[in-house]
């Protein structure tokens, strides 16, 4: 059965304290790992898309990486303002998103 | 321009209603989506649809229906509501042609009392 797993559930951070969020992930036919943020009352964002072992991606201060069995956001001296919940999905061959349950970030000033 | 809009942002209803929830993509995107999002923040994907294929998730219970009059445009239905029906219902658009991400659209809060 598809699986996603993100971890921690929740991480507060100093501003200018450097972390990873991660998601591991356990499917068949994977087509691509999907990066969103969701802030409060809001609709999921698009950060990034990995498609392959080895691939990594960045935005700002965000960075992401992909491996056989999971990916890792890492965030570069976070500010408040990268405070979210960032969510993980994996797309499997029939085209549907199969979410995690997120990691929520809080940035501490 | 709101590239995927639902209507509306707050729904609150009396239990055993019938209700609707409009989702448009201007996006030009051949397959859309409807997710539910429990208290916990838990996606969890309901229907995707594209003109020639609607795909439903064996879990959704059959008082959900999608509606697409047309290619830009995917409702979504609900009968008899019933209080465990509460949550986020977000709408999102994505093209079939190349693994591209998918747009969401802000989310309907819905509320049985």
């Known amino acids: 059965e598809d699986q996603v797993t993100q971890s921690p559930e929740a991480l507060r951070l100093q501003e200018g304290e450097s972390s990873s969020l991660n998601c591991s992930y356990t499917v068949s036919g994977l087509r691509g790992l999907f990066w969103y943020r969701q802030d409060p009352g809001k609709g999921p964002e698009f950060l990034f898309t990995l498609y392959s072992a080895g691939e990594e991606k960045e935005k700002e201060r965000l960075k992401a990486t992909l491996t056989k069995k999971e990916s890792f956001l890492h965030i570069t001296a976070p500010k408040p303002e990268d405070s979210a919940t960032y969510l993980c999905?994996?797309?499997?061959?029939?085209?549907?998103?199969?979410f995690g349950t997120g990691t929520r970030l809080t940035v501490i000033p | 321009d709101t590239a995927v809009s639902q209507t509306p942002k707050y729904l609150v209803t009396q239990m055993g209603n019938d209700k609707s929830i409009k989702c448009e993509q201007n996006?030009?995107?051949?397959?859309m989506y409807w997710y539910k999002q429990d208290s916990k923040k838990f996606l969890k994907i309901m229907f995707s649809y594209n003109n020639k294929e609607l795909i439903i998730n064996e879990t959704v219970p059959n008082r959900f229906s999608p509606k697409s009059p047309d290619k830009a445009h995917l409702n979504l239905h609900i009968n008899s509501l019933e209080l465990g029906d509460s949550a986020v219902y977000f709408c999102a658009s994505s093209s079939l042609r190349v693994n591209t991400e998918a747009f969401f659209g802000q989310g309907t809060r819905l509320t049985v009392v």
């Open positions: 999905a994996v797309q499997t061959g029939a085209n549907n998103l199969f």
């Open positions: 996006l030009g995107h051949d397959t």
